[in-house]
């Protein structure tokens, strides 16, 4: 069955994420998802936590973290160790895949986003991991780049909303050609490359909302 997953999302756990998981959920309703992946920065949902989240709320929620490596971004879904902010690329890469994790490198050759850049991205994509080619939150040219990327490799693509308030989940998201409605076969499918990205770009005004709620909740944390 083809599944709608959103497979880069941050909730209010990341610093700067606006919106609870709960309505995140609500949002990815609305948008006909099928489930989301939760992917904070240097926070992760464990295996155990999304399980009970998926019950809860009647759509695969998948395990995540988005770690900030010495060289850039990754998101590692179902991560299964610790993975400490800083740490090399090649560790958490190599760890992450030895585990059985999924590796993705999101916005690959987007240098605002933090994407680890072309060269680290071929050689990642070499040792397993997929390449995020739709992210909504990146500009159109990195996005076509990173498309260029992955076809030139042969390796599976996915998309992500990169969504960091409820409103912009499912903006891009995978579709997941999945055996079941959960999130082991979900995440299977995933490692077999049955995926395929789909979506848009985030509108300027949901952007704007997310960089107000981030400035609003700073000075209220502070």
């Known amino acids: 069955m083809r599944l709608r997953i959103d497979l880069h999302v941050h909730s209010s756990k990341s ?7 709960a309505e995140i959920a609500e949002s990815a309703r609305e948008r006909g998802l099928d489930g989301f ?71 690959p050759t987007d240098p605002l986003s933090h994407g680890i850049g072309e060269k680290l991205a071929e050689d990642a994509a070499k040792s397993g991991a ?7 939150s990146t500009l159109n040219r990195f996005n ?14 996915v998309g992500g909303s990169d969504a960091h308030i409820a409103k912009a989940v499912g903006d891009a998201y995978t579709v997941v050609d999945s055996k079941g409605v959960d999130a082991e076969s979900v995440l299977i499918a995933i490692k077999k490359g049955l995926t395929a990205p789909e979506g848009r770009q985030t509108r300027k005004s949901t952007s704007l909302e997310t960089i107000f709620k981030r400035a609003k909740r700073r000075i209220n944390i502070k």
């Open 130 to 136: 997929i390449i995020e080619s739709l992210n909504a």
């Open 15 to 21: 610093e700067d994420g606006c919106s609870t998981i």
């Open 144 to 157: 076509a780049s990173a498309q260029k990327l992955a076809e030139r490799l042969s390796v599976p693509a």
């Open 37 to 107: 992946a939760i992917t904070d920065h240097d926070a992760p949902l464990i295996y155990g936590e999304a399980c009970e989240l998926s019950d809860e709320l009647q759509l695969v929620v998948l395990p995540g973290i988005e770690v900030s490596t010495a060289s850039g971004h990754i998101l590692i879904l179902d991560p299964r160790r610790d993975f400490r902010k800083g740490i090399g690329l090649s560790e958490a890469l190599n760890g992450a895949l030895s585990d059985g994790s999924v590796v993705i490198i999101p916005h």
